[in-house]
C-alpha cells in the first residue's frame, strides 16, 4: 500500500534548525579575553588569534542556510574598556520557505568606554523565502558601536531574481536606557516590485546600511561620503553617522563597503574573512 503525505503535513512535521549561543568578553591585562561562552544546536562562535589587544568572534551557522521556522538566537557582552568586531564565517542564505518564517534574534551590550563593531557579511536573499530578524543593543554612555547590515535580493551572477519573499529587519539601539535608534525595513510578500520602486532600490539588488555611534562619528562624514559616492547618501546627527548604500549586485557594493569599514573601524580595519 502507498501511503502519501499531502505538501503541507511535510511541512509542518519537517524538523527545523535551531542555533543559540551567548559569548561575554572581559578586560583583563590590557587585553579583551573571554569571560564566557555558551552554544547549542547549529549556532558556534570561533575565535581568531589578532595581534592587537581586542578580539574578534566569528559566528557560525553550521546548518548552512535559514529556511522557514528555523530559529536562531545570538548574544554578545562588551565589557568595559574592552575592544571587539563580531563577524561570520561566511554569508548567510535564506532559502525558499514552503511554510513559516525563519527569525533571527541579536542582543548586544556593550560597556563603558568599550568599542564594538558589527560586521556580518551578506545575507542572501532567495526567492520565495521568509525572514524576521531583530537586533537589539544596549550601549553604556562613553562606548563607541558600529553596525553594518549588507543584503543581497537574489545573486546577478547566478540569475536570480526576487519577485515573492517577505523580509522584516528591526532594530532597537538604547544609549543609558534611552532609544537613540529605530527602524523598520519590511519587504513582501511582493519583494520584486517593492524593490524596483525608484525610493527602494530601483531596481538595484544589493544594499547595505551602516550605522556609527560614537564621539568621533561626526568626523567621519566627508570621508564616508567620498566613498560611497553617488549609489547612496550618509548623514549625521544626534550623535551618529548613518549610512545606506546601493549596488547592482553583491560585488560592487563590497568594493564601496570594505574601504568603508577600514575607515570607520580605524585600527582594527576590516576582517579577514572579509577578503574578497
Known sequence: MNVHSSPDIVAATAQRAYGAARLSVK???????????????????????????GLEAVMINTSGGLTGGDRMRWEFDVAENCRAQITTQACERIYRASADTAEVETKLHVGEEASLAWLPQETIVFEKSALRRSLNISLAGASRALIIEPIVFGRKAMGENIETATFHDRWRIWRDNRLVHAEDF?????????LRQPALL??????????????DA????????????????????????????????AYNLRKRLVPLIELLNEEAGVPKVWAI
Open 218 to 249: 561626526e568626523r567621519h562624514l566627508d570621508a564616508a561620503r567620498k566613498i560611497i559616492g553617488a549609489k547612496g547618501g550618509a548623514s549625521f546627527w544626534s550623535g551618529k553617522l548613518l549610512a545606506r548604500l546601493i549596488d547592482g549586485d
Open 202 to 215: 530601483g531596481g538595484a539588488r544589493a544594499m547595505a546600511t551602516v550605522l556609527l555611534l560614537g564621539a
Open 186 to 194: 519590511r519587504l513582501g510578500p511582493d519583494a520584486g516590485s517593492m
Open 27 to 53: 578586560h583583563v591585562n590590557g587585553r579583551t579575553r573571554i569571560a564566557s561562552l555558551y552554544q547549542e544546536g547549529c549556532a558556534k562562535i570561533r575565535l581568531p588569534e589578532r595581534d592587537d589587544h
